[in-house]
């Protein structure tokens, strides 16, 4: 119950972060499962950095079994603007944080996706990242299937 707390905390003071006017061009939530059925709840936030061209940074902690991961990543994503879709393919690095016994290690992820946009507020994003995580000395890699919501400004 205290992760669960812990997490939602950090959740909350991301998008209080992020929400500050001029950090960022959108705020939202997702959810994702890896091949394994681990789920991840997280938090994303995107800044526009050319037309073709954002920065998302994400958050996202597993939700059972190894309750109390966290990954987070920067990543930049080239897209292609085609209302109302918006593809986009991308390279990040981030940092990952294993449960008990804690430790810390590196992320490399690439991603692809599509972002839905029925509204100018609203975008719904379907993707696909996969990760390379190094911790403890081991490699781990493999993908997630995530889908999200986007509140544009």
């Known amino acids: ?39 991840l709840i997280g938090a994303l936030t995107e800044l526009s950095i050319t037309e073709i061209v954002d920065l998302r940074a994400q958050i996202g902690f597993a939700t059972q079994e190894i309750e109390g991961l966290m990954l987070v990543s920067l990543s930049v994503l080239p897209h292609l603007s085609l209302p109302p879709i918006d593809p986009f393919a991308g390279i990040g690095l981030g940092i990952a944080l294993t449960p008990p016994p804690f430790s810390t290690g590196w ?27 190094w911790t403890a000395g081991n490699w781990t890699s493999g993908p997630i299937f995530e889908g999200g919501i986007l509140i544009n400004f």
């Open 107 to 133: 992320i490399v992820e690439g991603s692809a996706g599509v972002r839905l946009a029925p509204a100018d507020v609203v975008s719904i994003i379907l993707q696909a990242r996969y990760l390379l995580r």
């Open 1 to 39: 119950m205290m992760r669960q707390a812990i997490a939602l905390a950090l959740l909350i003071g991301l998008f209080c972060w992020v929400s500050i006017p001029g950090m960022s061009s959108g705020v939202g939530l997702s959810a994702g499962i890896d091949p394994t059925g681990l789920w």
